[in-house]
């Protein structure tokens, strides 16, 4: 259970850059994780490649770069990353983990890598062509006599440095990522809002057209309103005329068939007198059936054909509307 809590409390004290146990003076960043201060500087660097160093005369600007645990940007005065605070607590943590435990950092599965050739031999030593570990006897006599080998702390210290500088890069290029993706997620609020602007301004001239249409549409309707009212009261002006003449014409007959069953003579020549003297039943009569009405239409008046129009130019010109370019 001891050796679980102590396996435990170093997850807790690993570095997620070097991924070794945080060496001092450790950090603490805003969102409240830790680096080391090298790590921290490095990822620093990383992303700020401008950034002027403490020892240059010139005066340093700020910059920032995102955690390495939660991506939260880290955003750093003109001290840099010599300016974070330091986390006291974490450093006494560690003082007191080294003094209650008498090896370092995995030496416990160290301990353990025995060569599988020679089993009395630990792999202290580094093939570099087979780019395996192995034991000073396969170098001797074994399978690696011929290939030139190298001290493992050695190499170990060197692929971790590759990798912590691999693990950097690998930060800042996110770091880099993230901010092209907020530039390509600004440019697509952008498009969107042109787009919507543009998609305005061109239902605005539509309509500016749809009101030129109406409005001629208007003014050729009220143009062949008025032939037709025209026309019309002129019509109705001669179907009026020959109204009162027929109603006339009506009555003179139903007054000369009364005259025509008068049996006294006498008085039926008293009613229909001759040519001379005051116009009677006959003499309205004579008048009437020689009364002009011949005023008529004329043949063809009622043809309203001359107010058709042709739209097909204007209908192939509206076709042909298209997004202006640009000089």
Same mark, same amino acid.
């Given at each position: 259970?001891?050796?679980?809590?102590?396996?435990?409390?170093?997850?807790?004290?690993?570095?997620?850059?070097?991924?070794?146990?945080?060496?001092?003076?450790? =950090?603490?960043?805003?969102?409240?994780?830790?680096?080391?201060?090298?790590? !921290?500087?490095?990822?620093? %660097?990383?992303?700020?490649?401008?950034?002027?160093?403490?020892?240059?005369?010139? =005066?340093?600007?700020?910059? @920032?770069?995102?955690?390495?645990?939660?991506?939260?940007?880290?955003?750093?005065? @003109? /001290?840099?990353?010599?300016?974070? *605070?330091?986390?006291?607590?974490?450093? +006494?943590?560690?003082?007191?983990?080294? #003094?209650?435990?008498? @090896?370092?950092?995995? !030496?416990?599965? &160290? #301990?353990?890598?025995?060569?599988? &050739? /020679?089993?009395?031999?630990?792999?202290?030593?580094?093939?570099?062509?087979?780019?395996?570990?192995?034991?000073?006897?396969?170098?001797?006599?074994?399978?690696?006599?011929?290939?030139?080998?190298?001290?493992?702390?050695?190499?170990?210290?060197? %692929?971790?440095?590759?990798?912590?500088?691999?693990?950097?890069?690998?930060?800042?290029?996110?770091?880099?990522?993230?901010?092209?993706?907020?530039?390509?997620?600004?440019?697509?609020?952008?498009?969107?809002?042109? $787009?919507? @602007?543009?998609? *305005?301004?061109?239902?605005?001239?539509?309509?500016?057209?749809?009101?030129?249409?109406?409005?001629?549409?208007?003014?050729?309707?009220?143009?062949?309103?008025?032939?037709?009212?025209?026309?019309?009261?002129?019509?109705?002006?001669?179907?009026?005329?020959? $109204?009162? /003449?027929?109603?006339?014409?009506?009555?003179?007959?139903?007054?000369?068939?009364?005259?025509?069953?008068?049996?006294?003579?006498?008085?039926?020549? #008293?009613?229909?007198?001759?040519?001379? $003297?005051?116009?009677?039943?006959?003499?309205?009569?004579?008048?009437?059936?020689?009364?002009?009405?011949?005023?008529?239409?004329?043949?063809?008046?009622? +043809?309203?054909?001359?107010?058709?129009? +042709?739209?097909?130019?204007?209908?192939?010109?509206?076709?042909?509307?298209?997004?202006?370019? $640009?000089?």
């Amino acid at each position: 259970a001891e050796a679980r809590s102590m396996e435990s409390l170093e997850k807790q004290l690993i570095c997620p850059i070097c991924l070794e146990m945080f060496s001092k003076p450790v =950090v603490i960043l805003p969102c409240q994780h830790n680096l080391c201060r090298k790590c !921290a500087n490095d990822v620093f %660097q990383a992303s700020n490649p401008l950034w002027q160093s403490r020892g240059s005369s010139a =005066v340093p600007s700020g910059g @920032r770069f995102r955690c390495p645990s939660c991506r939260h940007e880290v955003v750093l005065d @003109r /001290h840099g990353v010599y300016g974070l *605070q330091r986390n006291l607590l974490v450093e +006494n943590i560690i003082d007191i983990y080294k #003094q209650e435990s008498a @090896r370092p950092l995995h !030496a416990k599965a &160290e #301990q353990h890598l025995m060569c599988e &050739e /020679h089993e009395d031999e630990r792999i202290n030593i580094y093939c570099l062509r087979c780019e395996a570990p192995t034991c000073s006897l396969c170098k001797v006599f074994g399978a690696h006599k011929d290939c030139e080998v190298a001290p493992l702390p050695a190499v170990y210290q060197r %692929q971790k440095s590759e990798l912590s500088d691999g693990i950097a890069m690998l930060v800042a290029g996110n770091d880099r990522i993230q901010a092209i993706i907020t530039q390509m997620e600004e440019i697509c609020h952008t498009i969107e809002e042109n $787009g919507r @602007r543009q998609k *305005q301004h061109v239902g605005l001239r539509f309509d500016a057209l749809y009101g030129i249409l109406e409005e001629r549409k208007k003014e050729l309707l009220q143009t062949i309103a008025a032939e037709q009212e025209a026309k019309l009261q002129c019509v109705r002006g001669l179907i009026r005329q020959y $109204g009162d /003449h027929l109603e006339a014409s009506s009555k003179l007959v139903e007054s000369a068939i009364q005259a025509m069953e008068e049996p006294q003579m006498a008085l039926y020549l #008293q009613v229909l007198p001759g040519e001379q $003297g005051e116009k009677g039943t006959r003499g309205l009569i004579t008048d009437m059936s020689k009364a002009s009405m011949s005023s008529r239409p004329e043949p063809g008046y009622e +043809n309203m054909d001359h107010f058709s129009i +042709n739209v097909d130019y204007v209908a192939e010109m509206l076709r042909t509307i298209e997004f202006q370019t $640009g000089a």
